[in-house]
């Protein structure tokens, strides 16, 4: 169960390590929102950025923890699913600073939701709840 675990905590931590690039970045209509929003003030996207960089880091380091030795350790396990769920776990909790959204109100109509809920934090319950299975898999493994 530990590489089952293992497994799906590096499908996290690629999604946390690229998502944040490919939708704030190269895809255009993401993008168009974001760093490439002519109207966000250089700061603005300096912070998106910083964010994206995070993102990055944070899903590298967890994916060179789960495949730095074989087989992997429990505390490793437990050490990447950390790190992977850092980022969904801030995009759950930005809200609470005033003047923060999901979404710039210009873009509202055009963004989809799920079940109407924003996308980000969809896809952010999703690979959370990968990872908390990822945890039980690697607290209680089956013999």
């Keep these: 169960m530990l590489e089952v675990a293992r497994w799906l905590i590096t499908f996290?931590?690629?999604v946390t390590a690229l998502g944040g690039l490919m939708a704030d970045y190269f895809i255009p209509?993401?993008?168009a929102q974001h760093i490439k929003n002519p109207r966000w003030p250089p700061?603005?996207?300096f912070h998106n950025a910083?964010?994206?960089l995070m993102g990055l880091s944070m899903?590298?380091?967890a994916i060179a923890i789960l495949f730095r030795q074989s087989p992997v350790s429990r505390s490793g396990l437990l050490l990447a699913a950390l790190l992977a769920s850092i980022y969904w776990?801030?995009?759950f909790a930005a809200p609470i600073f005033p003047g923060t959204a999901f979404v710039d109100p210009e873009f509202a109509s055009a963004t989809p939701k799920l079940m109407g809920i924003?996308?980000?934090l969809s896809i952010g319950f999703v690979l959370v709840a990968i990872l908390l299975v990822a945890v039980?898999?690697?607290i209680f493994p089956s013999h």
Excluded: E, N, T
Aim: net charge positive.
């Design 29 to 31: 209509s993401s993008g």
């Design 136 to 138: 039980v898999l690697a």
């Design 59 to 61: 899903g590298v380091l």
């Design 118 to 120: 924003p996308g980000q």
């Design 12 to 14: 996290v931590a690629f």
């Design 50 to 52: 910083q964010s994206i």
């Design 43 to 45: 700061h603005a996207k």
């Design 89 to 91: 776990l801030c995009i």
